[in-house]
C-alpha cells in the first residue's frame, strides 16, 4: 500500500516541498537542545510484509508538537533518518509524520540482507522543538512477521458480502521463528470501506450500502494481520460485484 512519501534504501536525500530535507545522514542540528525533554506521542517503526505480491518494507509514524529536526537511531547507534525543516517549518515546526521505506520483492532482495539493514532492538528518535527542547521516543522493533492469512468471501442477495479469513499463529516460511500474537485484523474493500477488529475475529460483513456503491465487475479487498508487536501482513484477494 503506498501513500504520501516513499523513501529508498541507502543513503538519499529528498527535499519536500522545498522545506523539508529528508536524509539518511545529516550534521547535527546547529544549537545544542535545552531543558528537560518532552516525549514524542507515538514513536512507531514496523514491518508490512504484502504475502501476496511477496514485497517487505520497513515504515515509520511519529507524532510530536512542533518539533524543527528528528533523527532515528538504530541498534549499534546508526542513524538510519534525518529530517530538518527549513524557512517557516524551521520557525514554526512540524508534528505528524508517516512515511514508507521501498518494498522490494523478496523474490529479488534476499530477505536476509533486507533483514540485515533493520536489526531488532530499540530504535530511538532524538529530535529538537523550535523552542530548543530535546524531544525524543524509543520504539521496539521485532521480526516478528506474521503470515498472511488464507482469505474467501460469501456473498448472496441484496449485496451482501461477508470476508472471511484464518487463524495467524506463525511467520511466513523462511521468517525468523519468532512468536506470533496477532492483535487486530484490518479488513479495507476499495477505497473508502477500512475496520480494524480485533484479534479473536474470523470475519467481516461489509454494509450492503456499500457493496452496491461499488461499479460492476471485480473489485479488490485487503486483509491484514497485526502482530502485537505492531508488524503486519497483508493478503490481497477479490470479489465479484
Known amino acids: 500500500m503506498k501513500r504520501n512519501l516513499t523513501l529508498a534504501y541507502g543513503a538519499a536525500t529528498l ?10 545522514a545529516m ?32 515504515h515509520v509514524s511519529l507524532d510530536g508538537e512542533d518539533w524543527k529536526a528528528l533523527k532515528i537511531i538504530r541498534p549499534g547507534n546508526k542513524v538510519i533518518f534525518e529530517v530538518r525543516g527549513r524557512g517557516a517549518y524551521q520557525e514554526l515546526g512540524m508534528t505528524e509524520l508517516f512515511f514508507e521505506g521501498a518494498e522490494p520483492s523478496l523474490d529479488e532482495f534476499p530477505l536476509a540482507g533486507l533483514l540485515a539493514k533493520f536489526p531488532e532492538g530499540e530504535y530511538d528518535f532524538e529530535g529538537v522543538t523550535v523552542d530548543n527542547q530535546l524531544i525524543e521516543g524509543e520504539a521496539q522493533f521485532t521480526h516478528a512477521i506474521p503470515a498472511g492469512p488464507h482469505v474467501s468471501t460469501v456473498q ?66 485487503e486483509v491484514l494481520a497485526i502482530e502485537a508487536g505492531g508488524n503486519q501482513t497483508i493478503t490481497e484477494g477479490t470479489f465479484i460485484k
Do not use: H, M
Not at 27 to 41: I, K, S, W
Not at 160 to 177: C, Y
Open 15 to 24: 527535499v519536500l516541498g522545498s522545506a523539508i530535507a529528508l536524509s539518511i
Open 156 to 221: 448472496g442477495a441484496n449485496d451482501f458480502l461477508r470476508i472471511d479469513w484464518t487463524d495467524v499463529t506463525a511467520p511466513p516460511a523462511g521468517f525468523p521463528n519468532r512468536p506470533i500474537v496477532i492483535a487486530g485484523y484490518q479488513v479495507i474493500v476499495g477505497e473508502n470501506f477500512q475496520v480494524t477488529l480485533p484479534g479473536s475475529a474470523n470475519s467481516c460483513t461489509v454494509s450492503p450500502e456499500f457493496v452496491a456503491s461499488l461499479a460492476p465487475g471485480e473489485q479488490k479487498f
Open 27 to 58: 550534521a547535527p542540528p546547529p544549537t545544542a537542545p535545552r531543558g528537560d525533554p518532552v516525549e514524542l506521542e507515538i514513536a512507531k517503526i514496523y514491518w508490512e510484509y504484502n504475502s501476496s505480491a511477496n514485497d517487505l518494507g520497513v
